[in-house]
């Protein structure tokens, strides 16, 4: 009896230290609901990463962006020399937002402090922020909140729960140590005070935001986070607002939506990620080319095929793709990146319908492609196959008609025991995707 219950006490205190204090029996308001409905319906979303790094566009190696002060070692009374040459005159909200309509994305989630423990915005709690530091000296978070409010694109915040920057984030995590030449002490609560200062600053200054991105908790996963604090906090602050945590592990109470960095779900190509797909709506995030913040030498640019097929896999998996661009130090988006948005856009603007409001088809994804779905509207999304006939199975439902959704006409197929059969001719096939619309009876 005895051991049972010294066994529960262990039990109870395994399961309190494994979700790090989250917001248990936390209820989403009806608004947050319609808004994690909102995020499934949107599907596309462009992520900026733009930084005091950006000026150094990774030092001449393609594979160092954002994360130059750790990979090159850089203490930090030298990398606070960076925002003094940050001085973006060619940042444009209007065209930023005007770019992302146009490429039919419908949020924007920009970074406001990456791991550097730089703010992008105005801080008011610490003068290392782009108004204090930077010759430029305005808030780019202001002006980006309300040039979206004006053209409705919701706006999220990325925020880094890790700091290379500040004294307080002790004991230090996996990254970030000596070379920073902060002192090897530090008080890790006040630190978090000042973490939920600066959510608290970017959720009362910037009207209503669609979200909280987090990122970096992997750094110091077994610390003591105090999630529950942060999170009420946050939802009760703004409670149709989004909290997504890019920990890597199974979602905590609190949470809202899930994400995947630079995999579909499911999918570990990274290594890094958990294999756990929660109910909640899904979001995968990828780079553009490489990278994630400016990098002047990274040229593998995927290509509009690749990027609409990663679209197309999102949806067919329930997830969003949020897209990644790395604006360059003077406020310009790459003109690679702009021509691949726009080329996005100009698919979107046909095909749309097929993943707008969408949710994963009752199709599985193969290898030749996915389905995605709204009502008795069921779309296949052939992406590769080069045959002229390609059954789908398993295939139980009756159907009312099945049309190419190019031009609706008629597809010949046969549905029996072994599935649902299709013609798919190569007069009509798509160089990109061919949609074959079925209506479910
Ligand atoms: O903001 C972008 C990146 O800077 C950030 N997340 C995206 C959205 C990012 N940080 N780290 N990573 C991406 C790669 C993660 C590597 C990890 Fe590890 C592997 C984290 C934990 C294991 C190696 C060991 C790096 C940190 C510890």
Redesign the pocket.
């Given at each position: 009896m005895k051991i049972n219950k010294s066994f529960l006490v262990l039990f109870s205190v395994l399961l309190l230290s494994n979700s790090l204090g989250a917001q248990e029996g936390y209820k989403p308001t009806q608004e947050n609901l319609e808004n994690r409905q909102w995020f499934q319906d949107a599907k596309f979303g462009m992520?900026v990463?733009w930084g005091v790094y950006s000026v150094l566009g990774g030092g001449g190696d393609p594979g160092i962006?954002?994360?130059i002060m750790q990979n090159k070692k850089i203490p930090i009374k030298q990398y606070e020399k960076l925002p003094s040459f940050f001085n973006p005159v060619d940042f444009d909200a209007a065209e930023w937002v005007r770019m992302v309509k146009d490429a039919g994305m419908k949020y924007i989630t920009i970074?406001t402090k990456?791991?550097d423990g730089f703010a992008m915005y105005d801080s008011k709690i610490s003068d290392y922020n782009i108004v204090d530091k930077t010759p430029y000296g305005k808030d780019i978070i202001r002006m980006l909140a309300e040039e979206c409010r004006k053209q409705d694109i919701k706006l999220f915040f990325?925020y880094?729960q890790l700091d290379w920057h500040h004294p307080d984030y002790y004991p230090r995590g996996?990254?970030g140590q000596g070379f920073t030449g902060r002192d090897e002490s530090g008080d890790w609560d006040a630190y978090l005070d000042y973490m939920n200062g600066q959510l608290t600053e970017l959720l009362t200054d910037y009207g209503p935001i669609g979200g909280i991105w987090f990122?970096?908790m992997?750094?110091k996963k077994d610390a003591d986070w105090k999630l529950g604090t942060t999170y009420q906090l946050i939802h009760k602050l703004q409670p149709g607002a989004l909290i997504g945590s890019?920990h890597?592990v199974k979602p905590y109470p609190g949470e809202d939506f899930q994400m995947f960095?630079q995999d579909l779900p499911g999918e570990n190509t990274?290594?890094?990620q958990g294999s756990h797909i929660s109910q909640l709506p899904l979001e995968m995030?990828l780079t553009i080319n490489g990278s994630?913040?400016f990098n002047l030498m990274d040229q593998n640019h995927k290509s509009p095929k690749e990027l609409v097929h990663m679209l197309v896999k999102s949806a067919g998996r329930n997830a969003n793709l949020l897209l990644?661009v790395g604006p360059m130090p003077n406020g310009q988006i790459q003109p690679e990146h702009k021509a691949s948005l726009k080329a996005m856009g100009d698919w979107i603007a046909e095909n749309g319908e097929t993943i707008y409001g969408t949710r994963r088809g009752i199709v599985a994804a193969e290898d030749w492609g996915v389905s995605t779905q709204k009502g008795k509207k069921l779309y296949l999304h052939i992406l590769d196959w080069d045959k002229d006939v390609l059954l789908v199975q398993p295939f139980k439902e009756k159907v009312q008609s099945v049309v190419f959704f190019k031009d609706k006409s008629k597809v010949s197929h046969r549905l029996d025991k072994y599935g649902l059969l299709l013609e798919i001719p190569k007069n009509k096939k798509d160089g990109v995707d061919t949609i074959i619309e079925i209506t479910l009876k």
């Open positions: 992520f990463h962006a954002e994360w970074t990456h791991h990325y880094s996996r990254t990122d970096g992997w750094d890019n890597h960095e990274t290594g890094w995030c994630w913040g990644n």
